[in-house]
């Protein structure tokens, strides 16, 4: 699985794995530890569960533009979230991260490969 930078405003926030097949999609972080400046980027994506998860995270969902339709704080395990209408890609990244980072709905991201 190949990772790719996430920024904001130029500022790299991230670097985390790119799950762009089925099976890794669907593996997702199960059995995966994050690192304070990691996280997945699953394409193409608009819902995502955390059942069988140990930890929380947060998810941010992201047109095809990178323009962050919504932001989902802290998703305790074992969680199924509702499908955000438009989303092409979701962004998992470690608790607390999009507030730490002040990214919000709106917000631009933008994906280096």
């Known amino acids: 699985m190949k990772t790719v930078e996430i920024k904001k405003n130029g500022e790299s926030i991230a670097k985390v794995w790119h799950a762009r097949g089925y099976f890794a999609r669907l593996r997702g ?3 995966r530890s994050l690192q304070e400046d990691g996280g997945m980027l699953l394409t193409p994506c608009n819902a995502i569960h955390t059942v069988g ?3 929380p995270i947060d998810a941010l969902y992201l047109d095809k533009e990178g323009r962050v339709l919504r932001v989902d704080d802290a998703i305790a395990p074992g969680k199924v979230m509702p499908l955000q209408r438009g989303a092409k890609h979701v962004l998992e990244l470690p608790e607390g991260s999009a507030k730490r980072r002040g990214i919000a709905a ?8």
């Open 53 to 55: 998860m140990g930890y």
């Open 29 to 31: 972080l199960l059995g």
């Open 106 to 113: 709106g917000d631009v991201l933008e994906v280096i490969r």
